[in-house]
């Protein structure tokens, strides 16, 4: 199966976001990050930066009763956990995407595991803890005396997110095509490595 989607998977701090940006600036490709949250907020009728807040902050059952207070019209599978409701509406929007483009960019949300019968060419960007800190500091605006625990609170957060709804461990580089250490490469580099491997790949089928 040709897999002409690249889905990233990183650690907090590692750059892989700017990493799969500059790689689908360099393919000529759309890149769908925060998108994808914010096309969520949207047919729930809240806000992205609610959303976004209420995913980091409370239980899954109260961000779920909050999708349904905030659009009561809207309903769901009812005998799915409440956890899943919200990543089953993420991953329609992925695969509406999918029909619509045959060649994208997408940073997290279990990207790999939704679009599996799409093809995919899956990477893992990571880096060591000292560098991912320094990193949180120098560009996303965390306190220093936050960087560690801040890091730590979002690879748990992905972690389970990733592990529960793929039944796969997020941290297994097995599960991936492609591994990159960004703190050793940088990210320009990253970028062209995924591009390089991404065309041979594909080549191969051409």
């Not at 940006?21 to 969520?40: P, S, V």
């Not at 999918?98 to 799409?118: Q, W």
């Not at 560009?139 to 936050?146: C, L």
Request: aromatic share 8%; proline share 2%; charged share 30%.
């Amino acid at each position: 199966m040709k897999k002409r989607i690249i889905t990233i998977e990183r650690q907090y701090g590692s750059g892989g976001s700017a990493i799969g940006k500059l790689a689908a600036e360099k393919l000529g490709i759309n890149c769908y990050n925060r998108q994808i949250l914010e096309m969520t907020a949207e047919r729930c009728g809240i806000s992205a930066d609610h959303l976004e807040s209420a995913e980091e902050n409370v239980p899954t059952s109260f961000l779920y009763s909050l999708l349904l207070s905030a659009n009561p019209a809207r309903s769901m599978e009812d005998s799915l956990p409440l956890s899943d409701k919200v990543f089953l509406m993420e991953s329609r929007i992925i695969n509406e995407i999918a029909e619509k483009e045959d060649r994208f960019v997408l940073v997290g949300r279990c990207g790999s595991y939704v679009l599996e019968d799409k093809g995919c060419f899956s990477v893992y960007i990571y880096a060591d803890p000292e560098e991912r800190a320094k990193r949180a500091v120098a560009e996303y605006g965390i306190a220093p005396n936050k960087a560690e625990s801040t890091m730590k609170k979002a690879d748990k957060r992905r972690e389970t997110f990733y592990n529960v709804n793929t039944g796969k461990s997020w941290q297994d580089k097995d599960s991936y095509c492609l591994c990159l250490n960004s703190a050793v490469l940088g990210d320009d580099l990253c970028a062209e490595l995924i591009v390089k491997a991404y065309n041979e790949y594909n080549s191969r089928f051409d």
